[in-house]
Nanobody, 119 residues
């Protein structure tokens, strides 16, 4: 069974940058498509970005395209989300989700990391 842990959240000001990390243990991260999601209070969980197992293809939500970059280092079992030009509306709990090839949904999630952007 794979264990997922997110880290790197914090309190920043609008316009700042932040890098979130997603660490996996128990199974090689290279076997998973990895996505970043977030959930703000009172809102549904929102897809932000995903990256294929090899890292060759990345997808982004329109709300973060051009500001957020997803990357992975399989040998370290790590996936990152580099966030720049942060806005107050980016305030949320950020989650890393793992999906096996062929599955429709992520089957493994971390506990999330809080990102708060002040104006």
């Amino acid at each position: 069974q794979v264990r997922v842990v997110e880290s790197g959240g914090g309190v920043v000001q609008a316009g700042d940058s932040l890098r979130l990390s997603c660490a996996a243990s128990g199974r090689p991260l290279s076997t998973y498509v990895v996505g970043w999601f977030r959930q703000a209070p009172g809102k549904e969980r929102e897809f932000l970005a995903s990256i294929l197992q090899s890292g060759t293809k990345r997808s982004y939500a329109d709300s973060v395209k051009g500001r957020f970059t997803i990357s992975r280092v399989n040998i370290k079992n790590m996936v990152y989300l580099q966030m720049s030009s942060l806005k107050p509306e980016d305030t949320a709990v950020y989650y890393c989700g793992l999906r096996v090839a062929g599955a429709q949904d992520c089957g493994s999630w971390g506990q999330g990391t809080q990102v708060t952007v002040s104006s």
